[in-house]
């Protein structure tokens, strides 16, 4: 009976899961799904926006897989010094890791770090109760604010930035994230990309929604746009880039509202320094760039500055280095072919990867399905080739047990989803997360677990 670890329960981790106990040779597999959180789902539950509901509800997809009875979810697991990959590759046949792109890039301008610079997954970590996030109260005393970068988790910040009380309250983000955002008197959102809207990384739906908030409009620069062929002569565009830019020609052909909160969206500035007033942000000194004709483009010596008191680098995800796997520091990922990880360019029996960690941060969750099948059918094609584990048949939680660990279970898990349905009742609104540690890990154990 393969007993396979799959350590991550983002989209990559249970699909991979999902993907083993599909295979019929495998009838009998087991498949302990580990995760550093207590709680399960990566950046579903972390990552994807309290708005968005439906993108939220495949929670209800990923569940049924944890709750298969061949597969165990343990949280509260780290793979680290105590736990180290090749520990774990004694006690399991495989071993998959799916740990996502837990970083931000680097900006690499000066004043990157200067408070009230935040990065975009610090800010998202916040509003979306990650145990580890800092709470820097991020929107207090701020009027104006810009976003660096012009992806979907750009859009996703400048709209939970623009969104009010009435449409918060309803969504599980933590109390005082709620209070925070629904006291915010943010009137003015800067989107900048460095290069044109025909090559900004937003897809169309996400872009579109921009323009559908209350009390908001969105404000677009004809000219500006204008420098990018491509939004000029839209007809040759791919469908994906032509529909966005549809979306901001028909928001340039519009009179403004004079709506109480504002998003503008700006192109050609590439963000030159961080700049400082008081100790903290005061604004983005851009240089004005110019299409290269390649898609690229090229400093043209000229900057503009925006003001503003919140900066959010929003400039992708970076993947982090495990201790005891291999990493390459320029792609942010982990060596492999075809999901086998390689170490010193040969396949690492037993080691497998899937997800972010596999091909870096790019894709929407759905991307991650083939992205894991590939790696379940190498691990089903090697299986039986390295030596079977330990050489007994033990339960492997033991050996994390003796390893000091101490896994929250499903029943675990689920002892904080009803923690937090009872702190939404208590007050009025909704299912609301836990936001802390202890009171993940209280609610957890309270269940009665050992
Ligand atoms: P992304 O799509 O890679 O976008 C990164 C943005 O940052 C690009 O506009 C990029 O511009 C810009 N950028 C990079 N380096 C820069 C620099 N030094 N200076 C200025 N700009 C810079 O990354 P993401 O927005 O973090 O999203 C990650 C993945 O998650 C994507 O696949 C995304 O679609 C997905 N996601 C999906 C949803 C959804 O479906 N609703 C929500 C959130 C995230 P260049 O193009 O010029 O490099």
């Not at 623009?162 to 925070?180: C, N």
């Not at 900004?200 to 000219?223: H, M, N, Q």
């Not at 760039?289 to 919140?310: M, R």
């Not at 086998?340 to 360019?345: D, Y």
Request: charged share 25%.
């Amino acid at each position: 009976m393969p007993h396979i670890a799959v350590v991550g329960s983002g989209p990559g981790g249970v699909y991979t899961a999902q993907g083993l106990l599909r295979q019929n040779l495998l009838r009998d597999v087991r498949v302990d799904v580990l995760d550093r959180l207590p709680c399960p789902y990566g950046l579903v539950r972390y990552g994807v926006a309290p708005d968005h509901e439906k993108i939220k509800s495949l929670q209800g997809t990923l569940r049924a897989v944890l709750q298969d009875e061949r597969v165990r979810f343990l949280g509260g697991v780290e793979i680290g010094p105590a736990l180290p990959p090749a520990r774990l590759l004694e006690l399991y046949d495989a071993v998959v890791y799916c740990v996502g792109a837990a970083a931000d890039r680097r900006l690499g301008v000066p004043g990157e770090d200067l408070p009230g610079s935040w990065s975009a997954t610090d800010f998202v970590a916040w509003y979306s109760a990650h145990p580890d996030a800092r709470d820097d109260g991020y929107v207090r005393a701020v009027r104006t604010a810009v976003a660096i970068g012009v992806g979907n988790v750009a859009v996703d910040v400048v709209r939970m930035l623009a969104r009010g009380a009435a449409e918060l309250t309803p969504t599980d983000m933590p109390q005082a994230a709620l209070g925070i955002l629904a006291a915010s008197e943010v009137r003015d959102v800067y989107m900048v990309g460095r290069r044109g809207p025909s090559q900004a990384r937003f897809t169309t739906k996400e872009l579109r929604e921009l323009g559908s908030l209350p009390d908001t409009e969105v404000v677009v620069e004809e000219a500006e746009l204008a420098l990018d062929a491509g939004y000029r002569a839209p007809a040759a565009l791919p469908g994906a880039v032509r529909r966005n830019v549809e979306v901001l020609r028909a928001w340039a052909a519009r009179p403004r509202l004079g709506a109480a909160r504002r998003i503008h969206l700006r192109f050609f500035l590439r963000p030159a320094e961080i700049v400082a007033g008081g100790g903290r942000v005061a604004g983005v000194r851009f240089e004005r760039t110019a299409p290269d004709g390649l898609g690229g483009v090229v400093g043209t010596g000229t900057y503009e500055e925006i003001g503003a008191q919140l900066v959010l680098r929003s400039v992708g995800y970076r993947g982090v280095p495990l201790a005891g796997l291999p990493f390459d520091p320029a792609s942010g990922t982990v060596p492999q072919a075809a999901g086998r990880v390689l170490r010193g360019g040969r396949v690492s029996p037993g080691e497998y990867v899937a997800g972010w960690i596999k091909r870096g941060p790019t894709g929407v969750i759905g991307t991650n399905r083939p992205c894991a099948k590939e790696t379940v059918t190498s691990l089903v094609a090697d299986l039986g080739t390295r030596p079977s584990r330990d050489g007994t048949a033990r339960d492997p939680l033991d050996g994390l047990v003796a390893a000091g660990v101490r896994p929250v279970t499903w029943d675990g898990w689920q002892a904080i989803e009803r923690a937090e349905t009872e702190l939404g009742a208590s007050l009025g609104r909704g299912s609301v997360k836990i936001a802390d540690w202890a009171g993940l890990l209280g609610a957890a154990r309270g269940a009665g677990e050992g």
